[in-house]
């Protein structure tokens, strides 16, 4: 069964930093794309960032991609968000996300998805 896991969310000042986790099994995931989207009340899911786990390539929202550094660790199957310099609008529930054949921006077209981990920023 697969299983994505997320964790490292909380309440921090505007300025702050976080580094959200996300714990993958249930499978190999060599060949996938691990991503990483949030989502605020009453707003459409939105990609923050992706890595392919095979090559290590990234990618970022343009947004947001000054503040961001997305990694993985395989000996943990574990892949990390740094997320740097927040702000009151990045208050949201950040998912995990996996998938093979996909649109890195486009989260339907991902396979598996973690329960998600609240980030509030506080102005």
């Known amino acids: 069964q697969v299983q994505l896991v997320e964790s490292g969310g909380g309440l921090v000042q505007a300025g702050g930093s976080l580094r959200l986790s996300c714990v993958a099994s249930?499978?190999?995931?060599?060949?996938?794309?691990m991503g990483w989207f949030r989502q605020a009340p009453g707003k459409a899911r939105e990609f923050v960032a992706a890595?392919?786990?095979?090559?290590?390539?990234?990618y970022y929202a343009d947004s947001m991609k000054n503040r961001l550094t997305i990694s993985r660790d395989n000996a943990k199957n574990t892949v990390y968000l740094q997320m740097n310099s927040l702000k009151s609008e990045d208050t949201a529930v950040y998912y995990c996300?996996?998938?093979?054949?996909?649109?890195?921006?486009?989260?339907?077209?991902?396979?598996?998805w973690g329960q998600g981990t609240q980030v509030t920023v506080s102005s």
């Open positions: 996300a996996a998938g093979l054949t996909i649109v890195v921006a486009v989260p339907t077209t991902y396979s598996y």
């Open positions: 249930g499978r190999t995931f060599s060949s996938y794309v």
């Open positions: 890595i392919r786990w095979s090559s290590g390539n990234t």
